[in-house]
């Protein structure tokens, strides 16, 4: 298992982080886990999630991979955004409290101006997802929303 915190990985916080930890990360792919527990942001009544939370599952993946490889060259983590995903399937509805899930993303593009595709896998007992998740990582010198004393615009 990975030292780093999730929270010293991923820019999240509090109950929006999702993944518990990494379970081994190298340069073109990270494994992470997590335990499904009710109360949180998007449990279900029964303590459940939905399916589809498997999206950010893996987009939190492939965010613990950026950070990941930030951290091992004593980089700050950047900030990064899912910019779509294609043929997210899942055998299930939801996945039930207590089921421990494991998330594989595999780096399988990435250009010199931070655009990436990743190849994600989760997975659990009896359960199966995947998806291909589209990312974007601004470079550092053009981080939009960490500049201070950033002025909106006006649209008239």
């Known amino acids: 298992m990975i030292a780093w915190p999730i929270a010293e990985l991923v820019p999240h916080s ?76 899942c055998n299930v509805e939801h996945f039930p409290v207590g089921t421990e899930l494991s998330i594989h993303a595999q780096r399988s593009l990435e250009d010199d101006n931070g655009m990436g595709v990743f190849e994600c896998r989760l997975s659990g007992p009896g359960i199966e997802a995947q998806a291909r998740l589209n990312v974007f990582s601004p470079p550092a010198s053009s981080q939009p929303l960490a500049q201070p004393n950033a002025q909106e615009s006006s649209h008239d």
Do not use: N
């Open 14 to 89: 509090g109950d929006m982080i999702l993944i518990d930890a990494v379970e081994s990360f190298d340069q073109d792919q990270v494994c992470t886990h997590v335990t499904v527990r009710p109360g949180g942001p998007f449990s279900r009544p029964d303590g459940s999630l939905p399916a589809w939370i498997g999206v950010e599952l893996m987009a939190q993946s492939v965010a613990a991979f950026a950070g990941c490889r930030a951290r091992s060259k004593g980089e700050p983590v950047q900030l990064g955004f899912l910019l779509g995903t294609r043929k997210f399937e």
